[in-house]
């Protein structure tokens, strides 16, 4: 039996998984008057934003409250398929109010990736303090145990002196801004969405500590929210 450090919640298929994160943000996001919470891009997230605009869980929600930061983004400017602020906005933002100036996207498209992560970092410590603490934290995984941007083998994992850094990935588009693991660590809650049977050996992988996402070990909460398919193959139970 693998185990995961926190709580594990695994649910049937990914619209499930997403059902029921979607149900834990707006408990999370209920009660308070100022509600930070960091996403992250990839196929997983899809169905989470897609279920919190929908009308089961859109009314709930004090969309007033809600200050949007990204766990990473992509290289490209913010109207290409490939960017993350454009998932986000697609399939959440334009379908909900939260006032355009309480989202807070990574500058992908600037000519100097190294000081659009700077410019990240400050803004994370000016809205959230010293450490940034987030409310809650959205990170996916992927196959080979990467998560926000933080590739295996790549100097941004061992950034200790900044909030945001550049990532470098190994699939395109390559270049990366990225939330560093202090950042990541010192949010309240940290919720990991991983659906598919291709995520088994990232999942053994984190139970291991041999991969990136191993180093996701925040003060707050940490639960992972699996589909069947994921937990099944890497022998996983929820707790
Ligand atoms: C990105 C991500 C990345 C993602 C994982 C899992 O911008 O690509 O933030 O870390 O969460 O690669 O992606 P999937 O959910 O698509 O498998």
New binding site residues.
Partial sequence: MTALPGTVHVAAAPVDLAAAAAARIVELSRDRERFSIAV??????RFLFEALASSAFRGAVDWGRWHVFF??E?AVPPDDENS?YRLVHDALLSRVSVPDAQVHRMRGEAADLDAAAAAYSSLLESELGTPPRLDLLL????TNG????LFPGTRALDVDDAWATRGRADYQPYDRITMTFPTINAATHVAV?V??AD?APALRGVAAGTVPAARVRPKGELTWYLDGAAAGEAGIAGS
């Fill in positions: 992250s891009g990839g196929s997983t997230p766990a990473d992509r993350n990170l996916g995984l992927g990467h998560t926000a941007s969405l659906a598919g995520k």
